[in-house]
């Protein structure tokens, strides 16, 4: 189908877009409640930690051993790591959304993403994100991270794409900003229907899956 629009490169973020954050504030006050762990001090460390640990200069045996294992538990390593990649879901309509965008209009579906490396791999293989998405620009696999400019530049140059030429869906506002002062056309993500609409309006349109759902 040829396009009416010059729009040939989606950017998309992960977490919060495609699948529920991997390892948010929520999930670590989980963590923290299901282990009987000392929140207040988790998060000191997670946070003194985790940006290292995003951009892969740490493993996730390096990051556990940092801000829980650094003392005895009454549970292991793998029971931790367990919880840590079940806290992961789909975004079902999200990923079906991209899947039929990029059959309808031929679209690149690049991954902009902060993500540490075993998360990251963990949730491609477990929700098949490799079946649609051409290249994932991970924090972890690119040592840049958002919200510095370097990776959605670094993004553009890998998808061999102008920046007029690429849409990004993203749910935080501030790296939004950053990558339109790239020149790329982005959408603030806050549900299914409204990025459906403001995806229409840039003449990439999901006539089926409006379709399905007024019947």
């Not at 973020?13 to 963590?31: E, F, N, P, Q, S």
């Not at 762990?37 to 290292?52: K, P, V, Y």
């Not at 919880?83 to 899947?99: C, D, H, N």
């Not at 670094?154 to 920046?163: G, K, S």
Request: aromatic share 10%; glycine share 6%.
């Amino acid at each position: 189908m040829k396009r009416s629009t010059e729009i040939t490169t989606l950017f998309l973020d992960i977490g919060g877009v495609l699948l529920t954050d991997g390892w948010d504030h929520h999930a670590r006050k989980r963590a923290a409640t299901h282990f009987k762990l000392e929140w207040a001090e988790m998060e000191d460390r997670h946070h003194l930690t985790f940006d290292t640990y995003e951009d892969g200069k740490l493993t996730l045996e390096e990051y556990l051993g940092r801000v829980v294992f650094y003392q005895k538990r009454a549970f292991t390593r793998a029971q931790f790591r367990c919880f840590m990649f079940a806290q992961s879901k789909p975004y079902p309509e999200m990923i079906g959304l991209v899947r039929k965008l990029k059959a309808k209009y031929g679209l690149e579906i690049v991954v902009v993403s902060n993500e540490a490396r075993e998360l990251n791999s963990h949730r491609i293989r477990k929700f098949k994100l490799d079946g649609f998405v051409d290249s994932f620009i991970s924090s972890c696999f690119v040592h840049a991270r958002k919200p510095d400019a370097d990776i959605f530049r670094l993004a553009l140059d890998i998808a061999q794409a102008p920046a007029r030429q690429v849409v990004y869906i993203e749910d935080t506002p501030m790296f939004v900003q950053i990558a339109e002062g790239l020149g790329i056309r982005s959408i603030l993500h806050t549900d299914y229907r409204t990025t459906c609409a403001k995806l229409a309006a840039l003449g990439l349109k999901n006539n089926e899956g409006a379709t399905h759902e007024t019947n």
